[in-house]
């Protein structure tokens, strides 16, 4: 059974800093692992996801995540955080039919 | 495109009453889902649909029902509300199953349903 587990459930940066959300995953197969954004009040966009080869993945608005197999994580960062970056990020794990979310991290961006 | 809608945006239901919240897509996608989103829990799966005509329970389906008559539209239906259905409600499609494939899945604005 695949589950998600993401460290921390609010973070909160200055303008300007790394941002780090961290997310660990379980999975009987090797892994498909998405990361999306809730922006207030809206649906879930996608972010980047990973499904075979290169380990790190960029995506939108300048983030990242690197796939690391040994320590079962996806960890998603940006190396300067923008006030804009306000938002709910979940990281989500693939199974047969549909994704498996974690619970979320809230970060907060201050000025 | 207006990729994938949600009607109605907010209601609020006594308990006991009956609803059907209503999700359309317009990019010919074969899958389409329904989560809720309750504070701290991230999204829970509570129906899916693989293809017109089919429907599957998911994590939380108790107390919803769903159809998919067209394949561009997926229904959730409460039968007799109650308040520990009060919640947000996404719908989402994806052309493939993500799976096992590498589609992304598309999420519509969401429904804010409270239960009194």
């Known amino acids: 059974a695949q589950s998600v587990t993401q460290l921390g459930s609010h973070v909160s940066v200055s303008e300007g800093a790394l941002v780090l959300l961290r997310c660990n995953y379980s999975?009987?197969?090797?892994?498909?692992l998405f990361w999306y954004v809730q922006y207030p009040n809206q649906g879930l966009q996608l972010l980047l996801k990973y499904t075979t080869g290169a380990t790190l993945v960029k995506g939108i608005n300048g983030f990242e995540a690197e796939f690391k197999k040994s320590e079962t994580s996806f960890h998603l960062t940006k190396p300067s955080a923008h006030m804009s970056d306000a938002a709910e990020y979940f990281c989500?794990?693939?199974?047969?039919?549909?994704?498996?979310f974690g619970k979320g991290t809230k970060l907060s961006v201050k000025p | 495109n207006a990729g994938v809608t949600q009607t109605p945006k907010f209601r609020v239901l006594k308990t006991g009453q009956s609803m059907t919240l209503l999700c359309a897509q317009d990019?010919?996608?074969?899958?389409m889902y329904w989560y809720r989103q309750d504070p701290g829990m991230g999204l829970r799966l509570i129906h899916y649909s693989v293809g017109e005509g089919t429907t599957a329970k998911g994590e939380v389906p108790d107390g919803y029902n769903v159809s998919r008559l067209k394949k561009q539209n997926f229904l959730l239906g409460l039968e007799s509300a109650a308040p520990s259905q009060t919640s947000v409600y996404f719908c989402?499609?994806?052309?493939?199953?993500?799976?096992?494939?590498?589609?992304?899945?598309?999420f519509g604005p969401g429904t804010r349903l409270t239960v009194l």
């Open positions: 989500a794990v693939s199974s047969q039919y549909d994704l498996i």
């Open positions: 989402a499609s994806t052309l493939l199953p993500s799976g096992r494939a590498t589609d992304t899945q598309y």
């Open positions: 990019m010919n996608h074969e899958y």
């Open positions: 999975s009987s197969v090797p892994p498909y």
